[in-house]
Each structure stands twice: as structure tokens, then as C-alpha cells.
């Protein structure tokens, strides 16, 4: 008997286990009367042995493909397959981890490994800097936009792929890397490109989740880029600033926001609902398993007038707040309708270094609509109060013309030149309905 047929029976026998409760407990029975079987035992013993049969099939593939597959075959490359394989089947958010995504999605999770700051791109079939981010390593050492990325720790970049290049770039707080970047000439003219060595030493990297400015008319704009640790932090600071500027209302956009943190989406909800109001539940399969979420008693920003922009990017947290301020009739939500991202993922570890992240509930906002998206009903995600449609070459313009460039001793700019813009359509109709707000009465303190 291979070890394949040893597996099987071994299958069968965790299968009998399973439906009569252990062999001690078998053994123990066996000279006792025989007692007619429940159902609920007779129902458990044929699912069992379903199951037992089930994986017997795969069992035999396996043995067969070992035995009889034309080439050679790693027997542990074709488990990991099928592992993968069996929680695919599940829903886009489940999935299998070997042992090297695992370790990296723990090293993101933990936050524990260290950047320089810069966001790269392919041009021209070369690595090329996007920008520096201000206060980074990388901005500091005076590395700019456009300069095109050739050499990590003397090692080319040509032909590497752009992930292999940021595992090269990321590394533990403090440790050093060797870049190597070519240089266009000033005017981006034809003259000679020239080369430039850079030792930085990795840090921790902050990416801020907040931007603000004010707008005309006493209105301020608010991007939430993203929801992190800080952000709802940052979100106070920046509507502490615009009301020492004049603002009397806002705009908060949380368009193209792939989420994030649920903590952060409770929070940044809570600066705007009191009384500790609902947020969002999250419901599991099993009815005692639904887990509720709240603001605090009092909010800093309980009546500030609000517009919250969201479109087909805005998932996950940035529907859990969108969904909230819905429900509770705290903001006109404009745009379109968001991705439908409300599911949760747990992660667990598996006992070869590999690890699973398995949905084990939905999101639901306080009215009981669930945020996830149905593919074959085509509900949820968050609907807009104001439906704004905007063509999706648009679309793409506007996320572009968001991104913007640093350089020392320059203003941030957009990557987009002015005169390539696009007029943001959402945006125009959210400050007209703050403006009109007091002649229609759109915003009256609720009694």
C-alpha cells in the first residue's frame, strides 16, 4: 500500500471518528445493546461519509496524476493547488496564502518593514519614478519625478518586474539601499542623461490619508485617501483647520477609497454622530454571531452640512461611513454607485506556514442593507441620493489629475497638465447644493 492508499485509509477512519464520536468511545460501545440511531446521528454518519468519499476522488487524481503524468511532478506544488483551488470556489475575498504570502501579508499587517518613499512606475519600458513623497527618505536625498529607477543594490532593473523591485526597495527600518537612477536633462530636452547613486536608509513610511483645502462659498473639501490608523485623527485636524478658515459646510470625498480599517470607518463616523448611534453590524452565519458597532455619546461635527461623494472605487469602509450617513439622513451621498465591498475576512494560521483568509460575515448598515454586492441580483454597495453618471474615460482623468508630484523646492502639482484637465462634474454639483442649501432647505437640523 503507497502512501496515497495509506492517506485514504486514513481518511475513513477520520471519517468513522467523526460520525461515532472516537475509537475509545467506539470500542467502549461495542459490547454494549445496540441503541437505535437518532436521526440527527444517522444524518451526521451520511455526511461523513459523503465527505469521506469526496476526498477519496481527490485522492485517487493525485495518485493518479503521480503515477502517470508525463513529466516529473512536486507532489507539494499540487496540494498547494488544490488548497488553492477549494477556496476559490468560495468568493473573490477568500483565498489560500503558501507560506511566502502569508509571511508577507503578516509583515504588511504589522506594519514592521521600512520604505524610502517613492512611488514607481514603468515608462518607456524602464522603472521610472512617479514621485518622491514629502518628508521620505527619497525627498530628502533630492531623488525626482521622472528620474528612471536602473539599478538596486547593483543589481539592473531592466527587465525586473515592478514587484520584484519594491521587495528589493522594502526592507527592516534602518537598513540601507543602493539606488542607481538615470537622469534627463533639465529641459527634457535631447541632451545626455546622466547617472546618480543614492544610499538610503529605509524608515518607516506615513502616507497621509487626509487632504483639505477650502473651496469658495464657506465650503471646505475633504479627501480621504484611504482608512488608516490615523485617519480619523486627521480628519479632525483638517476640519479643525478649514472652520478657523471660514468653513460653514463640506465636502467630504470618499470616491476611489478602497477602504481599509473598520476602526478608522467607525471612528471618522462617530466625529459626526452622536449619542452613540449605530454604524454598521456585521452578521455571521450563525444568528447569535451579529456584532454591532457605535459612535460615541457626543460628536465634534454633529450639524456641519455635508455632501459625501462616492463611485464604483469607494469600497469597503468608505461604504460602511457613506452607508451610516445614509441612513441616519446625516449627508446627501452623490456620485455613483460604490464597488460593494462588505465582507469580513479572518485570517488563520495554517500549521505548515501557509494561512487562510476566510469571509465569515457581511457588513450591514443601520437599516439592514447589506453593503456587499449580489453578482447575480445586482443589489448592494451604496446607491447614491444624487446619481451622478460620469463616462469612465472620465473617470480615469480625474483619478490621474488627483495624483500629484513633489519636488523640493517646487509646489505639489498634479501629474496632469492643466491644459489636459478634465472638469469634475460630481464635485461642481455637490458645491451648488451646499450653496442652494439654505434656499431649499436641504439641510434642516433634524428637531
Not at 499587517?109 to 514603468?122: K, Q
Not at 502616507?207 to 483639505?212: A, E, T
Not at 456587499?372 to 474615460?393: A, N, Q
Amino acid at each position: 500500500m503507497n502512501i496515497l492508499r495509506r492517506l485514504s485509509a486514513a481518511a475513513a477512519a477520520a471519517a468513522l471518528i467523526g460520525a461515532g464520536g472516537g475509537f475509545a468511545r467506539a470500542a467502549a460501545e461495542a459490547s454494549a445493546p445496540a441503541a437505535a440511531p437518532t436521526a440527527g446521528a444517522a444524518t451526521a454518519a451520511a455526511s461523513a461519509d459523503k465527505t469521506y468519499q469526496q476526498l477519496k476522488v481527490l485522492i485517487d487524481i493525485l495518485d493518479y496524476i503521480q503515477q502517470n503524468y508525463v513529466d516529473p511532478v512536486d507532489t507539494k506544488k499540487l496540494i498547494r493547488g488544490a488548497e488553492a483551488g477549494m477556496v476559490r470556489t468560495l468568493d473573490p475575498f477568500s483565498q489560500y496564502m503558501d507560506p511566502e504570502q502569508n509571511r508577507e501579508i503578516e509583515t504588511e499587517t504589522e506594519g514592521d518593514f521600512g520604505g524610502l518613499g517613492i512611488r514607481v512606475g514603468e515608462q518607456d519600458d524602464w522603472l521610472t519614478i512617479i514621485t518622491p513623497l514629502p518628508g521620505t527618505p527619497a525627498y530628502r536625498a533630492g531623488i525626482l519625478p521622472g528620474d528612471r529607477l536602473v539599478g538596486v543594490n547593483d543589481q539592473t532593473t531592466k527587465d525586473m518586474t515592478l514587484d520584484d523591485a519594491l521587495k528589493l526597495l522594502r526592507g527592516a527600518p534602518g537598513t540601507k539601499v543602493k539606488l542607481t537612477i538615470l537622469r534627463g536633462p533639465d529641459d527634457g530636452g535631447d541632451g545626455p542623461w546622466t547617472s546618480h547613486d543614492f544610499t538610503l536608509a529605509r524608515e518607516i513610511i506615513k502616507i497621509d490619508s487626509v487632504d483639505s483645502w477650502m473651496l469658495q462659498d464657506g465650503i471646505g473639501y475633504v479627501r480621504i485617501i484611504e482608512f488608516s490608523k490615523n485617519t480619523a485623527q486627521d480628519l479632525l485636524a483638517a476640519l479643525n483647520n478649514l472652520k478657523k478658515q471660514g468653513m460653514t459646510s463640506v465636502i467630504i470625498d470618499l470616491r476611489n477609497n478602497p477602504g481599509g480599517l473598520l476602526a478608522a470607518a467607525v471612528d471618522v463616523g462617530s466625529l459626526f454622530l452622536g449619542d452613540n448611534q449605530l454604524i454598521v453590524y456585521t452578521q455571521g452565519r450563525k444568528p447569535d454571531s451579529r456584532q454591532e458597532f457605535r459612535a460615541a455619546k457626543t460628536a465634534p461635527y454633529p450639524d456641519l452640512p455635508m455632501v459625501i461623494l462616492i463611485n464604483g472605487g469607494s469600497a469597503s469602509a468608505s461604504e460602511i461611513v457613506s452607508g451610516c450617513m445614509q441612513d441616519h439622513k446625516r449627508a446627501v451621498i452623490m456620485g455613483e454607485r460604490s464597488f460593494g465591498k462588505g465582507t469580513v475576512q479572518s485570517v488563520i494560521p495554517l500549521p505548515d506556514g501557509s494561512g487562510l483568509r476566510l469571509t465569515v460575515a457581511r457588513y450591514y448598515t443601520p437599516s439592514g442593507r447589506s453593503i456587499h454586492r449580489d453578482e447575480k441580483t445586482h443589489k448592494g454597495g451604496i446607491l447614491p441620493d444624487i446619481v451622478v453618471p460620469v463616462p469612465s474615460d472620465v473617470e480615469a482623468k480625474l483619478y490621474n489629475q488627483w495624483d500629484m508630484i513633489y519636488a523640493q523646492g517646487k509646489k505639489p502639482h498634479s501629474v496632469v497638465r492643466k491644459e489636459d484637465m478634465v472638469p469634475d462634474d460630481t464635485l461642481e454639483r455637490a458645491e451648488e447644493l451646499l450653496k442652494a442649501r439654505d434656499l431649499l432647505g436641504v439641510f434642516q437640523k433634524k428637531p
